[in-house]
Antibody, heavy 112, light 108 residues
């Protein structure tokens, strides 16, 4: 059974940092592009970042470039999104996905 | 950046009717790498269609996808009560990947 389990969300002040993790199992993780997608409350889906199977290629939406970093550990079958310089507009549910499979998300709230 | 425009924004139908949802791209999508998702409140998106026209595993055959150039369509042949949800198209053919703004399928 495929599982993607996100963790690390929470309440953080503007300008703060958070580290989101996604633990994967049940599929060939080391051969799969991994992605983070977010959804602000009551809004649509927004692609955030992606990383290639070997970690050599990374891509980001413009609004997070220079603030967010995606990485992966194929031995641990996990992907991480390091977020810094957080803004109120980064408040959202953050999902880890493979395009086919999705986790249940972790909520990030940026507020003073 | 490829912009995806979905229409209509909201679609009101009765169970048993046919639903036609549109997703128009501002440029061609490499390898037709476009998917359709269904999302219900409080849930993660669920993959319905990939490669523009291939049904995902365990998706009922009342769901179908088609493409003509940069125009993509999701059709639900006979809408069932459990189909009322928000539908998103998503292109992953080039970076940045993008989503349409969604079509909300509501009960008339």
């Amino acid at each position: 059974e495929v599982q993607l389990v996100e963790s690390g969300g929470g309440l953080v002040q503007p300008g703060g940092s958070l580290r989101l993790s996604c633990a994967a199992s049940g599929f060939s993780f080391s051969n799969t592009w991994m992605t983070w997608v977010r959804q602000a409350p009551g809004k649509g889906l927004e692609w955030v970042a992606a990383i290639s199977p070997d970690g050599s290629h990374k891509a980001y939406v413009d609004s997070v470039k220079g603030r967010f970093t995606i990485s992966r550990d194929n031995a641990k079958e996990s992907v991480v999104l390091e977020m810094s310089g957080l803004r109120v507009e980064d408040t959202a549910m953050y999902y880890c996905d493979t395009t086919v499979y999705w986790g249940q998300g972790t909520l990030v709230t940026v507020s003073s | 950046e490829i912009v995806l425009t979905q229409s209509p924004g909201t679609l009101y139908l009765s169970p048993g009717e046919r639903a036609t949802l549109s997703c128009r791209a501002t440029q061609s999508i490499r390898n037709n790498n476009l998917v359709w998702y269904q999302q219900k409140p409080g849930q993660a998106p669920r993959l319905l269609i990939y490669g523009a026209s291939t049904r995902a595993t365990d998706i009922p055959d009342r769901f179908s996808g088609s493409v003509s150039g940069t125009d993509f369509t999701l059709t639900i042949n006979t809408v069932e009560p459990e189909d009322f949800a928000v539908y998103y198209c998503h292109q992953h053919g080039s970076f940045p990947c993008t989503f349409g703004q969604g079509t909300d399928l509501q009960i008339k």
